[in-house]
């Protein structure tokens, strides 16, 4: 008689392990999270140490911090939207599919607004850690360090301060913006407070961070509140200056890459409905 393995039970419930994999994920976010707050230096371990601890990977763990500090604004969407209220103002043609193409595209920008401000942070590790560095000191490998520990520290520590602003932008762009009043007035500070919050974060204590990683003089020199005019404060101005620049460009970029993405989306997406309307009509 012909013997069988038995069935593994990943075999019989793939569905409950891809659940479970997100689940361990969440663990490994709030695990390196936590890591890097309480002083690891994960951005100098090798790709084994990091794995084999159940840490993420600093691409990884800062999209994953994107992702979280932008799913309050994508539920407030899915209600609003669930509602029969739409957060972008409607695109009205007298073309029906430009119309259709027009409340698709306005349905899937609505969705990637909320991750403006978390992706473009972490878009920035680029410019930031090309400014952290003197320009003898930027070979590949340091730039490379300077950014790994870039993303570590914003996801580490932007978590709140952009899951606030991004819920708050939410509401700015939507039609409620004219009903809420006081509400409304509570969010501008609230968003306001989480805009100092974060220039905080990224200012102050992620340069001084990676300056000290650099082997650079990180402390924040200020006499009788104006900057000493020697090399640490020429240092924090440039990263002051360029920083603000590359986070600018990189909120412009994706916000163009988010339009684009969204139009063709919409296209596609009318596109085969009036396919299938015209296959169903035949």
């Known amino acids: ?54 840490f993420l990977d600093p691409w990884p763990f800062n999209l994953y911090q994107s992702v979280l500090s932008a799913l309050p604004g994508i539920i407030a969407v899915s209600i609003l939207s669930f509602l029969g209220i739409e ?26 607004q909320p991750l403006i401000i978390p992706l473009s942070l ?9 400014v952290s560095l003197e320009k003898l000191d930027r070979s590949k490998e340091r730039m490379a360090r300077a950014r790994r520990a870039y993303l570590y520290y914003d996801g580490a520590y932007g978590l709140w301060a952009q899951a606030v602003m991004s819920f708050i932008l939410t509401f700015f762009y939507s039609p409620l913006r004219d009903k809420l009043g006081l509400a409304m007035l509570v969010g501008v500070i609230l968003f306001l407070v989480a805009v100092t919050w974060q220039r905080t974060i990224s200012g102050w204590k992620i340069p001084k961070a990676l300056f000290a990683i650099n082997q650079y003089e990180p ?6 509140f104006w900057f000493r005019a020697d090399l640490i404060s020429n240092r924090w101005r440039r990263y002051r200056l360029f920083g603000l620049f590359f986070v600018g460009l990189a909120i412009y970029v994706f916000v163009m890459l988010a339009v684009a993405s969204s139009y063709l989306a919409a296209y596609g997406a009318a596109y085969a409905q009036l396919a299938a309307r015209e296959l169903l009509s035949r």
Do not use: C, H
């Open 1 to 54: 008689m012909p013997e069988f393995a038995d069935p593994k039970l990943t075999d019989i419930l793939p569905k409950w392990k891809e659940w479970t994999d997100k689940v361990t994920k969440a663990f490994s976010f709030a695990r390196t999270r936590r890591a890097i707050r309480t002083g690891a230096r994960l951005w100098d371990w090798p790709a084994e140490d990091i794995k084999s601890n159940k």
């Open 87 to 112: 957060v972008n103002e409607k695109l009205t043609s007298a073309d029906p599919f430009a119309t259709q193409v027009n409340a698709f595209f306005e349905k899937i920008l609505s969705y990637l």
């Open 219 to 224: 402390e924040y020199p200020r006499r009788w």
């Open 122 to 130: 972490g878009i920035a590790s680029f410019g930031a850690a090309w």
